[in-house]
Every structure is written in structure tokens, then in C-alpha cells.
């Protein structure tokens, strides 16, 4: 059986074979046939943009690969740093190339003074960190004026080096700035998570030894977050870096997306439906009102996914180590009764709603300590990776600016009416 698709135009009869391939069909063959004529597709719902070789997903069995290594085993055996290396060189490193990687971003942590003094302290006492983030991941642009140069290999590397060592060190100083602490500086004696970590709550100790449980659970959640291939963030580094625009640009607009509620903010709508909920009693209650439409179960369903979504599992796992040096996070029973009454419902199984990525990542955040206005800044630290993965890979592309179509559905022209006439 051929692997193509024939479409015939019915208003003149003419017809155009289109081949197959990896999946899709090129909509430049359609043109030939249909010049004038578009694919109306909103959200991109059917429409792949792009050829890429960094992440692959099978949403219906589940499956998560990064470069051809499966989430299960980056996750259990490599550390943040080292899939940051593999997203954007293609490869897993060798030891001396980690520890070079490792080298360089170890030592451009440290943040411009004036981004802290002058830019960072200009915001309001209560001001989101996430906007913190976003606005200061496009202030570097300003400090950076040689990043506008994306063709040239050694300043596009400093940049990336710049943005995967900083993005903690403005994490933290916009969660100290909003808690009203004081800024830590870098501790370059400390692996990524732990400096992290230092920074996030070191107080009057001369150094901040992070719990290596902890610090290994950060990692983890790192890796997990740190590429889901054309996700909503990702196409905005993809459209804004399509028109050569600066990195730090593009990355910005890529967290702005990432601050959306139905993308970053999942588990944060998580912790606050478990709240409401209040008790294992109310599960059945609350599932019986979502099943007549009050609500959805937040964590739960993905536009990808129709099986258990593979980091969710891994998750599962380590909310159980955090929660054995945290204490359990009283939430987590709510959770689980929450999860299995949805996995035995029809109205769940027969929609193939399973617990995504979300359903588990703020119980822990939130056992750890991190305020729920940091849980999208936690998942910006580490797609930054997946962002500028994606970002190299659309200029070795040379694709052509991203500019979609429309179907216009608005008024005819018309005259202009004078005000006293309207
Ligand atoms: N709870 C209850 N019902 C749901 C849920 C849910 N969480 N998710 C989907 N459904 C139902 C819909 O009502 C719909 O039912 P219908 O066919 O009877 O109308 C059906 O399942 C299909 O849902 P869609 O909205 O078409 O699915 P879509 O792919 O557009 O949405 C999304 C995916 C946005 C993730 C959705 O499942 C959702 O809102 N989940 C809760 C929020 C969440 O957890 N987001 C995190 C996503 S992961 C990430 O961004 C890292």
C-alpha cells in the first residue's frame, strides 16, 4: 500500500499524490494544488511545525524520550546538567566534555550588579516572581548587546552558557526580593541544585549545606522539566527566535508563556484544589461535580498524553523520598484517594484522563518549602535547556519567520462615518 494521501479539488477535478513522511504531509505540496487555500487548524491542534530530532513523546503508551534516552533513565541515573548538555549538543557528554560544561556554567552564575541593585530592586514589595523572571531574563539582553549576534558559534555559545548559570541565581533573587530577604550570591563550591537551593534559603550560616536528598529531587524534577518538545512555551521561543531576535528575547517571551495558568500554573491549581477539597472524606463529592462539569481535576489530562504520564510516575517516586525529610506533606493522602477514584471512573478512563507531570510536582515543591508563586519559576529554570535547544535547532534550520494565516470572517469594507453622523 503506498504511503501517501490523494486529494482531489471537486470544483476542477484536479488531484495531487502527497507522499507520507515521518508522519506528516507537507502542506507545500498541498499549496501546489490549493494555492489561496489554508488549513484552518487553531492551537495547532494537527499541525506539526517543524522537524525536530531533540525530544520524542508516544502520548498514547506513554513514552518520554530525550535524544533517544527514555525519561526513566535520565532520571534515575544522569544529573540536570548533564541532559542540559544533551539537549543542546545531541549527545550525552564525555568526562572531560561534562566537566568543561559543568566548568562554564558553574562560573557565569553570578548576575550583573546592577540587574540586582538597580533593575531587580525597582520592583514592587509584592511583585510575582514569576514577572520578576520575565522581565529580567529580557533586561540581560540589554547587558549582553554581542547576543544579538545568533550566527556567530562562540557568542551564541556564551549565551546559552549564560542563560542555563543564571536563570537560578534570578530565581532566587526574585523569591528573596518578594520574601523581603536578603540577595545570596552564588556558591561556586556547590553543584547546580545545591547552589540553588543555598540561594533560595541560606540566612546567617556561613555556607548552606542543602539536604543531598533534596538537592538530588530538585535534579530530578529538573530533568523532567527540562524539554517537552512543541509545547506552548517552546513554539514562543520558536516564533520570536524565527525573527532573530536575541536570545534572551526569545527566552523571555518563552517564560511569558510559561507564566499561563493552563501551562506552568497546573500545580499550583493543584495545591489549591486539594485545599479545597479539605479531606479524604470529600473525594467522591468533589469527582462526582466534576463529572457534571463544575471544575476540571486539575493535574489531571494532557493534549499529548492519553496514558499515565511518564513523568508523573517518576514523580510518584520522589515525592515519597522528599516526603522522608520533609514529612509528609499532609495534602499527599488527598492526592492518592483523589487519583484512584479517578483511575476506576469511566468518566476518566473512558477519556483517557490520567495524572500528568502537575498532579505531584507542587505537593513536593510545596513540602520543601517553596512558596506557590515560585512552582512556574521552578519549571522555567529548567525548560530553559528545552527552550534554547529548540532555539539552536530553528536557526541551524534556517527556517523562514514563523507568520501563520487567517481565515477572515469580519466585516466587508465599508466607508468611513463621520463621528456626529455615527
Ligand atoms: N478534568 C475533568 N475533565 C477533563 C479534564 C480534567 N482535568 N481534562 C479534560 N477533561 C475532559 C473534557 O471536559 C472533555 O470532555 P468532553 O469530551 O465530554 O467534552 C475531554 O476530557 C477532552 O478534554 P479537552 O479539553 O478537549 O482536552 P485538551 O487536550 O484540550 O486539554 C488539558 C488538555 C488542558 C491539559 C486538560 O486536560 C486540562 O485542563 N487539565 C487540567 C489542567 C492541567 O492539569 N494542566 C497541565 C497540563 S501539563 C503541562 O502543561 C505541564
Redesign the pocket.
Known amino acids: 500500500m503506498p504511503e501517501s494521501i490523494t486529494i482531489t479539488d471537486n470544483r476542477n477535478g484536479e488531484t495531487i499524490e502527497i507522499p507520507i513522511v515521518d508522519g506528516g504531509v507537507s502542506a507545500a505540496e498541498w499549496a501546489k494544488l490549493l494555492p489561496g487555500i489554508w488549513f484552518y487548524d487553531p492551537a495547532f491542534m494537527t499541525t506539526a511545525v517543524t522537524e525536530s530530532s531533540i525530544t520524542w513523546i508516544d502520548g498514547d503508551a506513554g513514552k518520554l524520550e530525550y535524544r533517544g534516552y527514555p525519561i526513566e533513565q535520565l532520571a534515575e541515573r544522569s544529573t540536570y546538567l548533564e541532559v542540559a548538555y544533551l539537549l543542546l549538543r545531541g549527545d550525552l557528554p564525555n568526562r572531560q566534555q561534562l566537566d568543561e560544561w559543568t566548568h562554564e556554567i558553574t562560573y557565569h552564575t553570578f548576575i550583573h550588579e546592577n540587574v540586582r541593585k538597580r533593575f531587580l530592586e525597582g520592583f514592587h514589595y509584592d511583585a510575582h516572581p514569576m514577572g520578576i523572571l520575565v522581565s529580567a531574563v529580557a533586561a540581560l539582553s540589554t547587558f549582553y548587546p554581542e547576543a544579538k549576534d545568533i550566527f556567530d558559534p562562540a557568542t551564541r555559545y556564551k549565551q546559552i552558557i549564560r542563560l542555563i548559570a543564571k536563570m537560578p541565581t534570578l530565581a532566587a533573587a526574585a523569591h528573596r526580593f518578594s520574601a523581603g530577604m536578603p540577595f545570596v550570591y552564588p556558591d561556586n563550591s556547590l553543584n547546580f541544585p545545591a547552589n540553588f537551593l543555598s540561594m533560595m534559603w541560606k540566612t546567617a550560616e556561613p555556607r548552606f549545606d542543602a539536604n543531598p536528598a533534596l538537592a538530588r529531587a530538585v535534579d530530578v524534577l529538573f530533568i523532567l522539566h527540562a524539554d ?1 518538545e512543541q ?1 506552548c512555551s517552546t513554539t514562543a521561543m520558536r516564533v520570536v527566535g524565527s525573527s532573530h531576535a536575541d536570545p534572551y528575547s526569545a527566552c523571555a517571551a518563552a517564560a511569558a508563556a510559561l507564566y499561563g495558568p ?2 506552568g500554573g ?1 500545580n499550583e ?1 493543584v495545591i489549591r484544589m486539594l485545599g479545597s477539597i479539605g479531606s479524604v472524606e470529600n473525594v467522591p463529592d468533589f469527582v462526582k461535580a ?1 463529572k457534571e462539569g463544575h471544575g ?8 499529548v498524553y492519553k496514558n499515565y504520564d511518564p513523568r508523573a510516575k517518576i514523580i510518584r517516586q520522589v515525592a515519597y523520598d522528599v516526603f522522608d525529610s520533609t514529612g509528609k506533606n499532609p495534602l499527599l493522602d488527598i492526592a492518592l484517594k483523589l487519583e484512584e477514584a479517578a483511575l476506576g471512573d469511566e468518566y ?1 478512563v473512558s ?1 483517557k ?1 490520567y495524572p ?3 498532579f505531584y510536582s507542587g505537593l513536593i515543591y510545596q513540602a520543601m518549602g517553596f512558596p506557590m508563586e515560585m512552582f512556574p519559576v521552578l519549571f522555567a529554570i529548567p525548560r530553559t535547556a528545552g527552550w534554547l535547544a529548540h532555539w539552536v535547532e530553528l536557526l541551524d534550520q534556517d527556517q523562514k519567520i514563523a507568520r501563520p494565516r487567517q481565515l477572515y470572517i469580519g466585516s466587508a469594507r465599508r466607508d468611513y462615518v463621520p463621528l456626529e453622523e455615527r
Open positions: 517537552h509545547n493552563r501551562h497546573a491549581a466534576v476540571r481535576l486539575q493535574g489531571f489530562g494532557h493534549r476518566f477519556r484522563l500528568n507531570v502537575d
